[in-house]
């Protein structure tokens, strides 16, 4: 009686589908990692570190891989233009680029990194369509990505064990929300598992990539198997090599190979003390409740809400520096020979992670780790010089949060408009309303700044966590791979063009005014305001071929207008096309050549502090009319 | 005693109720008596999802109601006079949880999350097409930021108020969060009054004087509702970050001139200008636990015009206040009204008919009305209850007025009448019990020729108190028996009194009996300390089986089932992980629902009690826990079978509750 009961919703558009949870902290995390490109500009800020640093295959590794290899070459940029596929470059060495006119003949490289497990991150670019580029691990598990919207695996031989619903042996995924369109950077990460053998060389465990991220988005919703092979071409087996065919550049390639060898703890003995505290020089000088050996890093072995430490031996390895990661609920601290390593500034927030990390020799150190148990959960993990994270503390320690079933926000012939709470960039967007184009376009628009925030392909949202039970996080989930925009105000002040941009707007200081959208006919919505004189309309449509997002901006101004610029795409970089648009944000995605705009007035400016952006003008005397519109591809 | 045909009468009603509730939930609590006087039907829905956020009559006569998922529906004939089932149409969407809808001059104005919006269907498609931003609020993305409002003012200007942050305990992370602010139609914002925690209804009375509800929380140790002017703060603090920002009427006002505990509200309020106390206070649990809307009765909904109905999320009932003016500051009377919503009641709005119209939504926050959300229609029968009609204060005590003669015998015994005055403690905890409880005798009752008044001449009453009045079996002249015999009126000022009033009371208390009782405020953990055993029994070796249960959102434990053997020594660890007070009872087998209806009954006792009561029912308790605080238990798994627990809170029993299995021994 006292369960909520599942309820038919009147809401035509709401259904359903089941997804997996985990996958938003997952995409959450997987977005940040996945905007690699130059650094921003001025940029002098200490990144927090969340993993050790991949290690680069360099330039020069790479110019010895292409020595005697024709159609390879090293470039500083490429531009992949048009249906024809024509390439041009400019000189450099931070890409790697390989481009023919023989369309279909696969050319192979060695990296020359022989492996077990790893990871390996790249960013990679296709010509057309028909390009092809396959990553294989050990030499001969491949992972083969398209200009199409379809992932395919090859395996070196037959399946030793049939494919099975625990163990599928996946041929081809679908992955049609993750595409982007030929010429634009994409960022692919995987993580390989080589197989297992045992002590008399029979196969225990088959091959398999464990996670694809595909620009962003989780791409395998089960592990990937390859068929098996034998155990003496496997040790150590082929080294990593990427084939391709068609024109395709690579970039930013990076691995972690990884190592049987792990930290391990022993002689652990814990000490439980009456009381908690926030601090732990107060343990110091109290007589513990009880101490005793254990074999396990758990809280059980204290009391409830009451500290309690371990203590024991942690042996390395391998010299090198370790990153670990704390979560805990209560005030927690770990501490090596003697110094603190990572602490989680006494928070209760058990999700929530802690990094530090310390340059440790091989052999034998102290540790100790102090928790004070308010809400029974101790999590501590590590990463290492050939170690993948991994876990210290007792599985059963973690808490795990009351996972949410997902409510997709369906959008089939009616468009889909929800304002809420939306994650960019890091950080929550509180003033986001999502649109949802039937046909399966969909965009984040930021309705305080009035510019874009992400787009993305495919089903709309899931707003389980706005409308189950309190709708702690209040945040609209996207369904699919999103492109993430800049989201600077595109209307700026600005008394010099190359003026630093107004990044954020104060709600209750805005400089925008007679603000309101319509809904069109269409089902969608059409914004309105003013800036500084200038009144504009706004408005987003599905462009005509269904590719991409079409813009169209009318101004006119209500009084004279000075100082006001629109900024169309803008970004790390700005990149005029030859053949006509424009690539923006380190080719992230693409600004078809704005129509109605007098060429000369459009122009590329970089800001003082690096940022470039497409800018035009909107002054004028009042009464000036000006209308635009372009369209956005990815 | 009824007779045979309101037995029928009412017999027929409850099956009404039931089968216009069957394909929700079970019936809630109906008191039968009441629906004598106000029927109350639900208006169906469909298959329409109608959390209530807010709702408004339009000029055609249809009824605009917004809700917690964004959307805003026109309902047509919610009356039920053309047809069984009203119309819905679906005039707006995509609205990011608006909690109040007004209407003004051709448009719908909704407060939603971040702004306040005018919302207009220009081409008249009864589609709103165009959504106009008034007002932007400051967010931090924290989930209790919530806006509420808007309320029109008769020169146009809007009221809105703004829910503080929740970080643990109530914060203002935004800016004007805690703060009520009044809204020009052109979008100027200019801050009105702080001092706010939850308020999430306010409304208007007849003189045009602002009253909002509160909740009980940190700094609010019960439910209340507030006249608010411009300029005024309202006890909480947290609201005070901006309090010298440009525009604010509580310039100097800070933080730090509230220490986490201090005691006496009404005293400290002297010493801090502008400061508001409650006009109306509704003690926790005895008359709901989340005050919502507020409304003023108008003519043709019995003999309470111009009084205020006041509605309770968390017990689903509507209840009534009395208000007057004394020193020119209003406070008054509050009386249980009607009870028995289908859910948690967050909006009340009136039909052209002197219908009322109540909103209700309880996803996220259980109510005692088990159905998720609901809209029902109170209409008045026409012939009026014979209830207190007011309750004002006098220099020596209260003048009730009744709305029959009252039976003049009866009316005239002082032994029917008792009253008790009490305080709550002003401080940062969350809630606070009842304190400095102590019986005022009454010496003298007169009542008027007319009988429609008594006179309680009253000693021991103080200023700043809550004052409970009992009114045991008291009948009308016409033998009518009192609908509701218990009223709570919040004295922040005795009425000045003349030397002969003094002269009077000295007379009377001579020959009086004069006993004052304190009640313990101590424990929290019911009157039977071995129920309530927290140390590991001194025999026991060790600890057989440990059971950890905690809370999940939405007033549920995170376990409904767990087994024990027969006879093992047993730990019970409840960890009260919620933002409220909740406890854990164990029953006999079957007595789940018997020992939470015990606790409602405890009155002004309860809190003090830890709402625990006395009953061989009751086999272990832990005691009253307030958030993010855990106790343990320590007793020997009884003979196997079901045995229910609950927490006994009350309103909460009815969805917080579980089964410890024991199973036989091997």
């Not at chain 1, 800036?531 to 009084?559: C, K, M, P, Q, Y």
């Amino acid at each position: 009686m006292a369960m909520m009961k599942k309820l038919t919703l009147y809401f035509p558009t709401v259904k359903h589908v089941p997804l997996r949870p985990g996958l938003y902290v997952l995409l959450a995390l997987a977005v940040v990692s996945a905007c690699s490109g130059p650094p921003k500009p001025a940029e002098t800020k200490r990144v927090l570190l969340t993993a050790l640093p991949f290690d680069s295959i360099g330039a020069d590794t790479l110019a010895q891989r292409i020595k005697s290899a024709s159609d390879w070459s090293q470039v500083g940029n490429v531009f992949m233009g048009g249906s024809e596929g024509k390439v041009t470059t400019e000189k450099g060495r931070t890409i790697l680029l390989h481009a023919t006119e023989k369309n279909s003949v696969p050319s192979t490289l060695s990296l020359g990194v022989v492996h077990d497990d790893m990871d390996i991150q790249l960013d990679f670019m296709l010509g057309r369509r028909q390009d092809m580029l396959t990553v294989s691990f050990k030499g001969h598990y491949s992972l083969i990505l398209t200009g199409t919207n379809q992932l395919s695996f090859a395996s070196p031989g037959p399946a030793v064990a049939p494919s099975s619903a625990a163990h599928p042996i996946h041929h081809a995924i679908l992955a049609p929300e993750a595409y982007r369109a030929p010429g634009l950077w994409q960022h692919l990460t995987a993580r390989f598992r080589a197989p297992r053998f045992d002590a008399a060389g029979i196969l225990t465990d088959s091959a398999r990539i464990e996670d694809i991220y595909l620009n962003g988005q989780h791409i395998s919703d089960r592990n990937v198997v390859y068929g098996g092979t034998a155990p003496e071409s496997e040790k150590p087996g082929a080294p990593l090599a990427i084939t391709v065919v068609g024109n395709v550049a690579l970039r930013h390639i990076a691995y972690k190979a990884y190592t049987d060898e792990r930290l391990s703890i022993s002689n652990i003995q814990y000490t439980v003390y009456k009381g908690i505290f926030k601090e732990y020089d107060t343990l110091r000088k109290m007589t513990p409740v009880r101490t005793g050996a254990t074999d396990s890093l758990h809280w059980q072995a204290g009391d409830k809400r009451s500290q309690i430490t371990f203590k024991g031996t942690l042996h390395v390895p391998k010299a090198g520096g370790y990153l670990f990661r704390l979560r805990a609920g209560g005030p927690a601290w770990l501490l090596i020979d003697d110094r603190e390593v990572v602490n989680n500034h006494g928070t209760r927030d058990f999700v929530r992670p802690f990094y530090d990390s310390m340059q440790l020799n091989a052999g034998d150190h102290s540790f100790e780790i102090i928790y004070a148990n308010y809400d029974q959960s101790l999590v501590l993990d590590y990463e290492g010089p050939g170690i993948p994270f991994t876990r210290l503390t007792a599985p059963t320690a973690e808490r795990h949060e009351e996972a949410i079933e997902p409510l997709e926000y369906a959008v089939t012939t009616e468009p889909g408009i929800q304002r809420g709470f939306f994650m960019h960039r890091g950080k929550v967007n509180t003033y986001t309303m999502a649109i949802g184009i039937p046909g399966g376009l969909n965009y984040a628009y930021d309705i305080n700044t009035y510019s874009l925030l992400s787009a993305w392909r495919g089903r709309f949202i899931d707003v389980s966590n706005m409308w189950t039970s309190r709708g702690e996080s209040q945040r609209e989930l996207p369904l699919g791979a999103v492109l993430e925009l800049s989201g600077v105000p595109p209307l700026q002040l600005l008394a010099e063009e190359r003026n630093v941009w107004q990044d954020t707007v104060a709600a209750d200081q805005t400089p925008f005014a007679n603000r309101s959208y319509r809904i069109e006919t269409d089902g969608l919505p059409v914004f309105h305001y003013s800036f500084h004189g200038a009144s504009v309309e706004d408005r987003w449509r599905a462009s005509a071929d269904g590719d991409g997002l079409e813009r169209t901006i009318r101004v006119s101004n209500a009084a004279d207008v000075a100082d006001v610029y629109f900024l169309l795409g803008n970004g790390r970089t700005v990149e005029k096309l030859p053949q006509g648009g424009y690539m923006i944000d380190d080719k992230a995605y693409y600004l078809t050549e704005p129509k109605g705009i007098d060429g000369k007035a459009l122009r590329i400016v970089t800001a003082g502090d690096g940022r470039v952006a497409l800018m035009l003008p909107l002054a004028g005397p009042a009464g000036k009319q000006l209308s635009f519109q372009y369209t956005i591809l990815w | 005693m009824m007779n045979t045909r309101s037995f029928y009468f009412v017999l027929i009603l409850l099956l009404a109720a039931f089968a216009a509730n069957s394909q929700t939930q079970p019936v809630p609590p109906i008191v039968p008596k009441e629906r004598v006087f106000y029927s109350v039907t639900d208006v169906p829905l469909g298959p329409v999802l109608l959390e209530v956020g807010g709702m408004a009559f339009m000029p055609d006569g249809r009824l605009a109601v917004c809700t917690r998922r964004g959307e805003i529906w026109l309902i047509e004939d919610p009356y039920q006079k053309k047809s069984k089932t009203p119309k819905f149409v679906r005039f707006a969407h995509g609205l990011h949880e608006p909690l109040g809808l007004a209407y003004s001059n051709g448009s719908l104005y909704v407060n939603q999350r971040a702004e306040l919006t005018k919302i207009t269907d220009t081409n008249k498609d009864d589609k709103a097409d165009l959504f106009e931003t008034v007002a932007s609020w400051p967010l931090s993305g924290n989930y209790h930021e919530y806006a509420y409002g808007p309320l029109f003012l008769p020169n146009g200007d809007m009221l809105v108020t703004l829910n503080l942050s929740w970080v643990g305990r109530g914060e203002s992370l935004s800016k004007w969060r805690g703060w009520m602010m009044r809204v020009t139609p052109d979008g100027k914002v200019i801050p009105h009054a702080a001092g706010m925690r939850s308020p999430a209804g306010f409304g208007l009375n007849d003189a045009g004087d602002v009253f909002f509800a509160e909740n009980q929380g940190d700094w609010i140790p019960s439910g209340k509702i507030t006249h608010i002017e411009a300029g005024d703060f309202a006890t909480h603090p947290a609201s005070l970050n901006w309090s010298d920002e440009e525009g604010s009427p509580l310039k100097g006002l800070h933080r730090s001139q509230f220490p986490d505990s201090i005691g006496s509200l009404h005293e400290f309020g002297k010493t801090i200008p502008h400061f508001k106390e409650p006009s109306v206070i509704f003690p926790h649990t005895l008359m709901g636990i989340s005050t919502s809307d507020i409304v003023s009765v108008p003519d043709g909904f019995g003999p309470f015009k111009g009084q205020l109905l006041v509605g309770d999320q968390g017990h689903s009932k509507v209840m009534r206040a009395y208000l007057e003016k004394v020193n020119g500051k209003y406070q008054g009377a509050c009386f249980p009204f009607l009870e028995g919503f289908s859910s948690g009641i967050l909006r009340l709005v009136w039909g052209t008919d002197h219908s009322l119209f109540v909103g209700m939504t309880s996803r996220g926050w259980a109510a005692t009305g088990q159905a998720e959300y609901g809209l029902q229609r109170v209409d008045w029968k026409g012939k009026p209850a014979f209830e207190i009609q007011e309750m004002k204060a006098t220099p020596n005590g209260f003048t009730l007025v009744f709305t029959k003669p009252v039976n003049r015998k009866q009316a005239e015994d002082v032994k029917l009448y008792s009253i008790t005055g009490f305080t709550y403690a002003y401080h940062k905890k969350y809630g606070s019990p009842v304190i400095d409880q102590k019986t005022c005798p009454v010496l003298k009752a007169e009542v008027a020729e007319d009988g429609l008044s008594v006179r309680l001449y009253v000693g021991g009453l103080r200023e700043g108190y809550v004052h409970q009045l009992n009114v045991t079996g008291l009948k009308a002249a016409t033998n009518e028996p009192l609908l509701h015999d218990v009223a709570y009126y919040t004295l922040n000022a005795i009425p000045q009194g003349t030397d002969a009033d003094k002269k009077v009371m000295e007379s009377m208390a001579q020959h009086a009996n004069h006993h004052a009782t304190a009640s313990d405020a101590k424990g929290g953990c019911g009157a039977v300390p071995a129920k309530n055993p927290t140390t590991m029994p001194a025999s026991w070796k060790k600890v057989d089986i440990e059971i950890v249960i905690g809370t999940k959102p939405g007033l549920k434990f995170d376990k409904e089932l767990f087994e024990v053997p027969e006879g093992s020594r047993v730990r019970l660890i409840f960890s009260n992980n919620d933002d409220m007070l909740h406890n854990l009872l164990i029953t006999k087998k079957g007595q789940g629902e018997v020992v939470g209806r015990a606790a409602l009954e405890l009155g002004l006792d309860g809190a003090s009690l830890g709402y625990i009561p006395n009953t061989d029912d009751l086999l272990f308790t832990t005691c009253l826990l307030q958030p993010e605080t855990s106790q343990s238990i320590y007793f020997i798994a009884p003979k196997a079978g079901d045995y229910p627990y609950i927490c006994s809170y009350p309103g909460h029993f009815l969805a917080m509750k579980g089964v410890m299995r024991v199973t036989p021994k091997k």
